[in-house]
């Protein structure tokens, strides 16, 4: 395989929390432009490996490797790898009250220019920027005075991580739940939003839950994590698959299989 | 303590060597360790007084002699030796001539802080010489005031030029037997500034003791008396914006803040005395009473104050609202790190009707450092309708800090309200996490977060001092997390 290809690969990934293994050789490779989905129950280790591609430190790396553009990510502090390029929408986000939206952004993207040797953005040009973006994702230009995700309703949060998306840039979007929390007008909104800043070689990692999510962004694979094994890797139809029969047919004999079969 | 003070306590002194030390010492124009009446005698003749000032030390000094160091706070340190500090010294400490001659670690912190370099040299105590025009400067500013009407002058000066005001108005909001460190204070205080804003007037500038400083270095006793006339509007900053790394421990002043009908005093401190090392040697204990009187109908005083300096502080900037319909109010964000201790917080005294008060504190603990917000709130029979508003916040940086809110509120008028709300939170890992992601580093997250956590105090700051001190608590939380 050309490696120049790979923007992303994991290989024989074991990761632990608290001594806990929860992640048990995880194998995964994005190529730019693809577009992949991971499903699976709750507590199966989905936002585990989102944190763990963050550089979140209490998840714990003991086995295999992770490269982005072909360098080691596992040696990256969080920011650098946020600064290559490698965002995470947030499950949870989270609030920090007293800190103004803009002045976040704005930070967050002189310190990604900074780091690209960019000349920073002054104010003027950050909020002409910000209006531009805020307007494709048809939200109130009021957000930017309010303090980061303090008092957001659910929604709101997850709009305001995928403002953040648009503004930042990156190449590889992880995606984490970004639908739970939508009501429908407020999805499609994002997955235009999604689609409308994913350009050629931009590549998307979405975790969800539902097919809703996936009729509006279309992924190239699907993959099933279930207790820390991608059990199962398919096209786009996989989804709908899993919605009509749901995780339990996939015995766990199964699944052993399976992963022995695609290593 | 100074190498004078080092040698002479050694000494047991007997009465007698006492006397002998006494004439020595006059020659170098500096006061034998220790305070007794003849000490004041010699303070007030020094500085060449009127009887009236003079009465007025030594009463203070007697009320000081029955008083005892207050206990009921939470900071804890070791006895002072009152016997062993030098109360009045004339001679200028021996400055340094140049910014080579300064402890590096001072002006690394410059460095950081952003402050030019002229104003560094003065900051440290360097002579000033023709680099820092600080004459020109002091002649301009103190012309434009003067057309005006307005006194701005160092505490000594306004004894001799204003004499009527400084009995009239000396001792009326802290009396001098008001607590042990104020009638000490009032016993012996060397120097301070005095502000007078005329009927109607609003001074032009924020006036700042920076300024006056430069001119004439005051010692720690520093007095502080701020009378605004009816009408009028006045903002005055208090700082010292960079670590004055002082031999002297204790500092105990006092601040007496007088606003008459419609009058408005906005005070805001920024305090950074030197706050002891990592290990918790050393540093300054900030022992300072500060309080307002609203005399006036629909009068003002609002405190402002960012406390990141000092081994210990001990504040409670309070207002009395005698007049009706005067409102108060205390912002204040406090820092205690590695082995800092800070009880500070303020008393809103309602006595007029329609009064109002608002409270906001910010406590920041780090390292080991302890922090306590100590507030009383209390509403009179005859303040009818008065209301206070009190929001303490405490955030906590780290597992080996702490933060106590001991409020007290005492409503004796059945028309009136006090509301209280309080909140200690955690930096969390979450919130630095998010702020990485984003692509900030720790140290910035840290800063933003704190920042955030300030900011409706920072507000209240004049500009450019909101941006000093800003700066000033990412240098002295630098390192506190991560
Ligand atoms: N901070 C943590 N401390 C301890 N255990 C954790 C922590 N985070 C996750 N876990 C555990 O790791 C396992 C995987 O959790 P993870 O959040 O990755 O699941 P998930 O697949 O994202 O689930 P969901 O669909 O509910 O979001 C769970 O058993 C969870 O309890
Ligand atoms: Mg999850």
Sequence with gaps: MNQNREMLAIKNLHACINEKEILKGIELTIRPGEIHAIMGPNGSGKSTLANILAGREYCQVTQGSIMFENQNVLTMAPEERAQRGIFLAFQYPVEIPGVNNAYFLKAALNAQRQSLHEAELDAVDFLELAKIKLKELHMDESILQRSVNEGFSGGEKKKNEILQLVMLNPKLAILDETDSGLDIDALKIVAAGINAWKKADRSVLMVTHYQRLLDYITPDYIHVLIQGKIVKTGGKNLALELEQKGYGNLDSLQLTAMHEQRQ | MTSSLKKNSANQYTDEKYRYGFTTSIESEQAPPGLNEEIIHWISEKKNEPTFMLNWRLKCYHAWKKMREPRWSSVHYPPIQYEEIIYYSSAQKQAPKSLDEVDPEILKTFEKLGIPLHEREALAGVAIDAVFDSVSVGTTFKEKLSKLGIIFCSFSEAVQQHPELIQTYLGSVVPYNDNFFAALNSAVFSDGSFCYIPKHTRCPMELSTYFRINAAKTGQFERTLIIADEGSYVSYLEGCTAPMRDEN???????????????????????????????????????????????????????????????????????????????????????ANHFQQADTGTKMIHLGKNTTSTIISKGISAGQGQNTYRGLVRIQKKAAQARNYTQCDSLLMGSHCSAQTLPSIEVKNPTAKAEHEASTSKISEDQIFYCRQRGLSTEDAVNLIVNGFCKEVFKKLPMEFAVEAQKLLAVTLEGSVG
């Design chain 2, 249 to 335: 421990q204790l500092h105990a002043a006092v601040v007496e803040l007088v606003a008459l009908d419609r009058a408005e005093i906005r005070y805001s401190t920024v305090q950074n005395w030197y706050p002891g090392d990592a290990q918790g040697k050393g540093g300054v204990y900030n022992f300072v009473t500060k309080r307002g009187a609203c005399r006036g109908y629909r009068s003002k005083i609002s405190w402002t104050q960012v406390e990141t300096g000092s081994a210990i502080t001990w504040k409670y900037p309070s207002c009395i609202l005698q007049g009706d319909e005067s409102v108060g109010e205390f912002y204040s964000v406090a820092v």
